[in-house]
Nanobody, 123 residues
Framework: QVQLVESGGGSVQAGGSLRLSCVGSTSTSSSYCMGWFRQAPGKGREAVAVIDFDGTTTYAESIEGRFTISKGTTKNTIDLQMKSLKPEDTAMYYC?????????????????WGQGTQVTVSS
């Protein structure tokens, strides 16, 4: 069983930046597809960005180049650098992982989920 723990959420003003991190309990970043998803109040969960074990990345169009997903400097960690944050980015952000073939934004593939970290952007 893979456990994922997110950190780095918080409250910022519009235009600000935050960096989220996700630590896996096993060698997740070197052998799993991992990603970030988010869920705003009253809305469904949506994909933000994913990164495959080989470093290949895929982003949701809604991110518009403002976020960067990467493998962290710490073992079994991925990061999400968020810049130019907007109020509509306010959501609970979840880290997820799977070891199936392929790595894309479809959340149904992801078997393991963290508890989430809250990001709040004020105008």
């Amino acid at each position: 069983q893979v456990q994922l723990v997110e950190s780095g959420g918080g409250s910022v003003q519009a235009g600000g930046s935050l960096r989220l991190s996700c630590v896996g309990s096993t060698s997740t970043s070197s052998s799993y597809c991992m990603g970030w998803f988010r869920q705003a109040p009253g809305k469904g969960r949506e994909a933000v960005a994913v990164i495959d074990f080989d470093g290949t990345t895929t982003y949701a169009e809604s991110i518009e180049g403002r976020f960067t997903i990467s493998k962290g400097t710490t073992k079994n960690t991925i990061d999400l650098q968020m810049k130019s944050l907007k109020p509509e980015d306010t959501a609970m952000y979840y880290c997820a992982a799977h070891s199936h073939w392929g790595c894309d934004l479809g959340e149904v593939q992801y078997d393991y989920w963290g508890q989430g970290t809250q990001v709040t952007v004020s105008s």
